[in-house]
């Protein structure tokens, strides 16, 4: 039996905060990325892939990637802690989410940096 | 004391059917499942973003698969989906400031929400995708 309170202590603040930075980074990468797409107008293979190898635009890529695994895991946790009761299954679908969003994340750097 | 606090019965109805949702709850829902389905999708976005990236070869395939009839559909209800969690999220950030809270405002907003994205949504899927 656990004899603290869980409410009215921050627990979970920081998790709270992430989420924000998280989006506001990626809404700042998706107005940049719609910009870009706007202004080249990629039409074959060499002016789309030069967007990415661009070295400001990969860096930025990276740290979309990067919020968007953290957020992704902030958000389906959160799914999972109001609608899955059962703490076994609760557990499961915690890990194999955090599973999945790791192996996400190597592919992604894989994909950006193999280019 | 705090603990008899968290224990008091609290009124519920959960006759489902008799609760008709707001604007601003619908958008509430639809910020919880666009980020699912989004999640859902990862795997497929991730591989066009690959096959995109790789060769001329996989950016061709990359172009065939887009090209389909029904991945174009399901690219389209993703883009909506993102413009949705998009502008909902900015509306919530501006909520956290305790700009709009009021119930005027609120629905205001929610509505702005709606229309921004799916003119967003059309735009962008007739750039893109038509």
């Not at chain 1, 709270?16 to 293979?45: D, E, H, K």
């Not at chain 1, 802690?81 to 703490?87: A, G, R, S, T």
Request: aromatic content about 14%; some cysteine; hydrophobic content about 55%.
């Amino acid at each position: 039996m656990v004899n603290r309170i869980l409410v009215g202590a921050h627990y979970g603040l920081k998790d709270w905060i992430i989420q924000r930075a998280t989006a506001i980074v990626m809404a700042v990468y998706t107005v940049i990325f719609l910009v870009v797409i706007g202004a080249v107008g990629p039409n074959s293979f060499e002016s789309w892939r030069g967007i990415f190898t661009n070295g400001f635009m990969k860096f930025a890529t990276f740290l979309f990637f990067v919020s968007l695994f953290y957020h992704v895991w902030i958000g389906i946790r959160d799914i999972w802690m109001d609608y899955v009761k059962p703490d076994g299954l609760r557990l499961l679908m915690m890990i194999a989410t955090a599973t999945v969003l790791v192996g996400y994340a190597g592919w992604a750097i894989q994909i950006l940096w193999r280019m | 004391m705090a603990e008899m606090a968290i224990k008091k019965k609290r009124p519920k109805n959960l006759d489902l059917p008799s609760i008709r949702l707001p604007l601003p709850g619908i958008l509430s829902i639809l910020h919880r499942v666009s980020g699912a389905a989004l999640f859902l999708l990862l795997p497929f976005l991730l591989w066009l973003f690959q096959s995109s990236l790789t060769s001329p070869e996989t950016f061709t395939s990359f172009q065939q698969v887009v090209g389909h009839p029904l991945s174009k559909i399901v690219l389209l209800g993703l883009i909506w989906f993102y413009m949705h969690h998009f502008c909902a999220g900015i509306r919530y950030l501006l909520l956290d400031l305790h700009k709009g809270i009021d119930l005027e405002s609120a629905r205001l907003s929610s509505k702005i929400v709606f229309a921004v994205s799916i003119a967003l949504t059309l735009i962008v899927g007739a750039k893109v995708l038509w």
